[in-house]
């Protein structure tokens, strides 16, 4: 079973606890229908705007077993307040150059 480590929009905790991720993860269901069911090993915010934890919070989800990192479709569609994250590009950027291009990063949930 993969394992992965969720990234979330710090702005849409107080909308969304999660569920949908979490339904998704456990089910192979959304993004995840290609490789099945994943463990969730971490489920962390980008740290705010413009997501400039997001890259440190990826890599210490990989040192604690991750083995692909997502990124929430709060941050990507943005569910549930209907707002895409506006510096999604830039934050992804900022992750793939901490952890390399060899780490398996899935861009929504749900």
């Not at 490789?35 to 489920?43: A, D, H, L, M, S």
């Not at 999604?88 to 398996?104: L, P, Q, R």
């Amino acid at each position: 079973m993969l394992k992965v480590g969720i990234i979330r929009c710090h702005e849409t905790e107080d909308y969304c606890p999660g569920t949908g991720d979490f339904r998704v993860a456990k089910n192979g269901k959304g993004a995840f229908e290609e490789v099945g069911p994943v463990e969730i090993v971490g489920f962390v915010t980008c740290g705010g705007c413009p997501g400039k934890k997001a890259a440190l919070r990826a890599q210490k989800m990989l040192e604690k077993g991750a083995e692909a990192i997502v990124f929430a479709s709060c941050i990507t569609r943005g569910n549930p307040i209907g707002y895409p994250c506006p510096h999604f590009e830039g934050m992804k950027a900022s992750v793939i150059k901490k952890i390399g291009n060899d780490v398996k990063i899935f861009d929504w949930t749900h």
